[in-house]
């Protein structure tokens, strides 16, 4: 069966040549979301805390409309502009996903789209 690829009504506008979400076998392989305001398409004001909010709830738009959500997610990787903002991300990201508890890579990287400070991508299981 063939891939079939989405995108959230409600989360931000892809930024380039490709989907929210693509969803085969069984699961939902969802494009790394930052923390862009849907209405708006600009990053939203403040840090990393609050870019890992926003970008928590635009990947929870995307689970949605691939008809999963936190509780389904088996992995994420996390990608920081600096290591150091670790501490503040995990603090948020704790409340979308301490529950769930999936498994995830947390890497350091030189840039991100749009100058963001973090990015969170994700695989679900498609309940």
Known sequence: MA?????????????GPYSHAAKAGGFVFCSGQVGLV????EMIEGGVSEQTDRALANLG????????D??????TTVFLADMDDF???NQVYEKYLGQT????SSVAVKTLPKEAL??????AEIV
């Open 3 to 15: 891939p079939e690829f989405l995108n959230a009504s409600s989360a931000p506008k892809p930024i």
């Open 38 to 41: 849907p209405e708006t398409g």
């Open 61 to 68: 738009e995307v689970l949605k409309a691939a008809g999963a």
């Open 70 to 75: 936190f509780g389904s997610v088996v992995k």
């Open 87 to 89: 501490p503040a991300m």
């Open 101 to 104: 508890r999936p498994a995830r």
């Open 118 to 123: 973090v990015e969170i991508e994700a695989i």
